[in-house]
């Protein structure tokens, strides 16, 4: 019983920045949980170690399909992440209008060692634009 209140406690109060490790920590945690309730700590074991994996793959499909969708529609934000170059105002647009989750953002910003002192002008655009008020918090603080 140990093991699943600790699986559960592990999940909430851990994130991560991309698909794959969400999907581990997830997996783990839910494999652990239900190998825990079928068949006590060994079931906990094989159900935590078999969740990481599944999670895993799951997860790193998840984060190559977001690659996909950013190489067709902003090929020159791919170009900056791989480069490790720090991205534009331009780049965390397209990010965020192509659905890439806001951890995912801010992990490229972070990555890349983004730091931007933003204009009144620049944070209207980002907001017309659909940037998350979290995504743009960090940009905030990240020129400070």
């Known amino acids: 019983m140990k093991c699943i209140y600790l699986s559960l406690i592990c999940t909430l109060i851990t994130g991560c920045a991309s698909n794959t490790g969400t999907g581990i920590i997830s997996g783990s945690s839910i494999g ?5 309730l079928i068949a006590g700590g060994k079931g906990a074991l094989i159900g935590s170690a078999i969740g990481f994996v599944t999670g895993g793959l799951i997860g790193a499909a998840l984060d190559e399909q977001d690659r996909r969708i950013i190489e067709r529609s ?10 490790g170059d720090p991205l534009t105002i331009n780049d965390v647009i397209k990010l965020s209008q192509n659905g890439v989750n806001d951890d995912t953002v801010i992990s490229y910003i972070k990555n890349t060692n ?3 002192n933003l204009s009144q002008a620049q944070v209207r655009r980002l907001q017309d634009a659909g940037v998350s008020q979290r995504v743009l918090n960090y940009m905030i603080d990240s020129g400070r």
């Not at 652990?32 to 825990?36: D, E, F, I, K, Q």
């Not at 902003?74 to 480069?83: G, I, L």
């Open 32 to 36: 652990a949980a239900t190998g825990g």
């Open 74 to 83: 902003s090929p020159r934000t791919v170009d900056r992440m791989d480069r």
């Open 114 to 116: 983004g730091s931007y």
